[in-house]
C-alpha cells in the first residue's frame, strides 16, 4: 500500500502523478492530488481545477479574473469562443 501525501492515508488504490519536472506525487484521490497540484489564480485564490487561461505565464480561473488583472492583454481573454447555444 502507499500513504497519501496530502492526508496520510495508506490506501490500497493509492496512485501516482509523474510531473513534466520529474517530481512524483503520492495520492488516495484526485481530491488530494488537486489540492497539492492544481496551479491558484492570481486574482480570485481559487484553485483551478478546469481549464482556466494563462497570459503572460500568469493563472487564472476565467476570463473575469484575467481581464481584471491583465490590463490589455487580459482584456482579450473570453471563456467561450463563438455563438451561445440555443
Not at 14 to 43: M, Y
Not at 79 to 85: C, E, F, L, W, Y
Request: negative net charge.
Amino acid at each position: 500500500m502507499a500513504t497519501c501525501e496530502v492526508c496520510g492515508n495508506d490506501y490500497w488504490m493509492a496512485f501516482e502523478v509523474h510531473t513534466v519536472s520529474g517530481d512524483v506525487h503520492t495520492f488516495d484521490s484526485f481530491e488530494c492530488a488537486a489540492h497539492r497540484l492544481a496551479p491558484i489564480c492570481e486574482h480570485c485564490q481559487v484553485k483551478i481545477v478546469g481549464h482556466g487561461v494563462e497570459v503572460n505565464g500568469r493563472f487564472f480561473c476565467c476570463g473575469h479574473c484575467a481581464r481584471a488583472v491583465e490590463g490589455t492583454v487580459g482584456a482579450e481573454i473570453r471563456d467561450a469562443v463563438g455563438a451561445r447555444p440555443a
